[in-house]
């Protein structure tokens, strides 16, 4: 395959942009070679600059649920392009997208709009401390709430990836506030709630985790979570940034039936634009300001354009209820599919799939938590990468992701899939 322009073009953002990229997962370095540059998306595919089309799995890490460019998205942005780019002022459309949300997501009552999932999670713990009165939150090992400075210890997805779990820069003193508990463990909890008695404000963790690449939450589990911090004053967070929308109109907290006391969404409720939101429990949310003396505040936030391309989602996914039994579909033809070829070939890797998100692991171990998702070959998992990349399928560059599928993949793409991934184990195994 051709990719001459790409390399050109990353030989040149070196220059001006830190290791060529905006965000470092893209610069391809756990799995070797150049990152691909993209010019255009379309429903199921991703064009690179020199034309090379591309079956995605990633779909923007998540958000492109209907496949990329989809008309109905499309049409809502340039409508709302007609009126202005930004008011920096209240609009109609801001309470539309908050009732339609409110009325999906179990644990919200109140919502407040925000322009990444970064922004999201930084405002819920402060919420969450500024009502508890408390300091302490636990996060699970390896789960990702983006970079802000609590989250960036044993933080996964791209931080996990390029070996940084502790970012410099994230000092002790706010790294001290910040208790960790391996995923799928109560009694780690439970320990951490008996040694800080009194000081923890939120729990927050990725109910289904995609950033050690996707694990399942233990049965059990997210009810005993659920279980802990009533007990113990504690305001459960769920950071659905990938979840919400995606596995059940209402998330994982829909599919799993818990809900948590706060939640986190993102990307997918911009469908595709820069957006976050947090929101929960009204006696909560009444915290922030100006209700309450919680600041949060954002010049973009509720941007009518990102607003008017994430209500244009919404209302397609609420009026269209089939969808998610088509994401289902897609999600068990694939990770089926390639569990069978593996088995065929010999090979007992590991797939965990919930809905349309699933992770091969190159172990024949379970993975459950951080550990277990270490235990995966991730020099395999890049030739793997590579094999299909030269085969036209775009995975994410990296074992500690999940992949997203979209509703864009018909039968006979995910046969193509399939055929490439039959290709590519054989070649990664001579
Ligand atoms: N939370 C989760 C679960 C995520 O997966 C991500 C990003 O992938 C974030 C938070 C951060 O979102 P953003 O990249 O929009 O800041």
Not at 41 to 51: L, Q, T
Not at 165 to 192: C, F, H, M, Q, R
Not at 215 to 220: L, Y
Request: net charge negative; hydrophobic share 40%.
């Amino acid at each position: 395959m051709n990719i001459s322009e790409s390399k050109r073009l990353f030989a040149k953002a070196q220059d001006f942009i830190p290791g060529g990229v905006n965000s470092p997962v893209r610069a391809f370095r756990a799995v070797g070679g150049d990152p691909i540059f993209i010019k255009k998306a379309s429903g199921a595919f991703i064009y690179d600059e020199n034309d090379n089309a591309y079956i995605e799995m990633i779909n923007s890490w998540g958000p492109m649920i209907l496949g990329h460019n989809h008309p109905i998205i499309r049409e809502s942005v340039i409508q709302a392009m007609e009126s202005g780019t930004s008011f920096g002022a209240p609009t109609a459309r801001e309470i539309e997208i908050a009732e339609l949300i409110i009325s999906v997501v179990p644990s919200v009552e109140k919502v407040r709009m925000v322009n990444s999932g970064t922004e999201a999670t930084m405002s819920a713990i402060r919420v969450a401390r500024g009502y508890t009165g408390k300091d302490k939150i636990i996060k699970m090992i390896g789960h990702y709430h983006g970079h802000g400075d609590s989250f960036l210890i044993a933080a996964g997805s791209g931080a996990m990836t390029m070996g940084q779990p502790d970012s410099p820069g994230v000092t002790a003193g706010t790294a001290k506030d910040t208790l960790l508990a391996p995923y799928n463990d109560l009694e780690a909890i439970e320990e951490l709630v008996r040694l800080n008695k009194g000081e923890i404000a939120a729990l927050i963790l990725e109910p289904v985790p995609g950033n050690m690449g996707l694990a399942i939450p233990m049965p059990g589990y997210l009810e005993g979570l659920r279980e802990i911090c009533n007990r113990e004053g504690i305001v459960l967070i769920f950071d659905e940034v990938m979840t919400g929308f995606r596995l059940a109109p209402g998330g994982a907290q829909e599919l799993y039936g818990v809900t948590p006391d706060m939640t986190t969404l993102g990307k997918i409720i911009g469908g595709g634009m820069p957006v976050g939101a947090y929101g929960g429990r009204k006696e909560i949310m009444d915290f922030v300001s100006p209700s309450g003396p919680v600041y949060q505040a954002g010049t973009l936030s509720g941007n009518p354009i990102a607003m008017a391309a994430g209500l244009a989602m919404l209302k397609y996914l609420q009026s269209h209820p089939e969808t998610y039994g088509q994401l289902l579909n897609i999600g068990r033809k694939v990770s089926e599919g390639i569990k069978k070829i593996n088995l065929e070939l010999g090979y007992d890797y590991t797939v965990n799939q919930v809905g349309s998100m699933y992770s091969l692991f190159f172990t024949d171990q379970p993975v459950t938590d951080f550990e277990s998702a270490k235990q995966a070959d991730t020099g395999l998992f890049g030739k793997y990468f590579q094999a299909m990349l030269q085969r036209g399928v775009y995975l994410a560059p990296s074992q500690f992701e999940s992949l997203f599928l979209s509703t864009a993949l018909t039968d006979e793409l995910i046969d193509k899939i399939l055929e490439a991934h039959r290709e590519s184990m054989i070649e990664i195994h001579k």
